[in-house]
């Protein structure tokens, strides 16, 4: 099937429609559909956004840490805020930050994947743009896509295969002015004109990305997803809060609804359940290197019965361990 045909026309073009009533993105946003995964963008946000060459940062975890990195190979990458001291465990207090004049925007991860915090309230940015990475929470509960300048997300851990990247941006951003020696294929413009059929696009990508959206509609669009996912995360977070071995890593009120990190308080507990959680089905629950412990994530695809059967799994691991 061509890229070109209209076969393929169609769903493309469906899957704009569904995902623009699915976050009731505004007129004046574009909707791009990427190859390069949410990495690439670290670098084509700079070349596309940073006219005076200095950006705003908010680290919130190793996916904000590596966008800061990126974009000082533009310009200056000022860090604002930074969790770092308590090994990203929350959130900072982003109600008056050292916004730089000549910012050209300000850069947030919404949702930290590795440490499992989440942005509940958006950043003062005191008038200046706000670019997010969401790609671990991406239509996992509404987002009022007006606040944002550019938000985007590799697909993979919501809603396709990986290696698709779906860039929400403003229209006034799409434009000829980017640094010099930007390739015109990290040129938003070039897609945005092209409709994202420049060249070749993930279009197996795109099609599967297609069903998930059908999906979410069918099962209520993005409030229905939200009350799903938080149904999750309580019955795993309540469990948590009362465990005498099991705890929580992030500080109650920033704590994600996709990504839970927990630890025994023992290295030693902690490898013993990752093992025997592996053996009895639940795979992937070691945490990143740098929190140690578990981490559960709890994307869309996740079922309540599935969280359900992991802290039975806990309690009586709990229980049989004491
Ligand atoms: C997974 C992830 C990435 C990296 O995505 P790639 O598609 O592998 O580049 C970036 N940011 C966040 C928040 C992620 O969860």
Known sequence: MSHRSSAFAEIIETAEVDIRELLSIPDNYR?????????????????????????????????AKKACSEAKLYGTANVVASSADKTFSYIPDCSDLPISENADYVYICENNTIYGTKFHTLPNTKGKDLVADVSSCFLSEPMDVSKYALVYGGVQKNIGPAGTVIVIIREDLVTEDVLPGTPTMLRYKTHADNKSLYNTP??????????????????GGLEAMKEHNEKKAAIIYDYLDNSKMFRGTVVPVDRSIMNVPFVTG???????????????????LKGHRTVGGMRASIYNAMPVEGVRKLVEFMAKFEADNR
């Open 31 to 63: 909707v791009l559909f990427l190859q390069g995964g949410a990495s690439q963008q670290f670098a084509m946000i700079p070349m596309n956004l940073m006219k005076n060459r200095v950006a705003d940062f908010i680290i919130t975890g190793q996916w």
């Open 266 to 284: 023992s290295e030693e507990l902690d490898a013993k359940f990752v093992k025997e959680a592996s053996a009895a089905g639940f795979v992937n």
């Open 202 to 219: 993930p279009a197996y990508g795109i099609y599967i990305c297609g069903k998930v959206f059908k999906w979410l509609k069918s099962r």
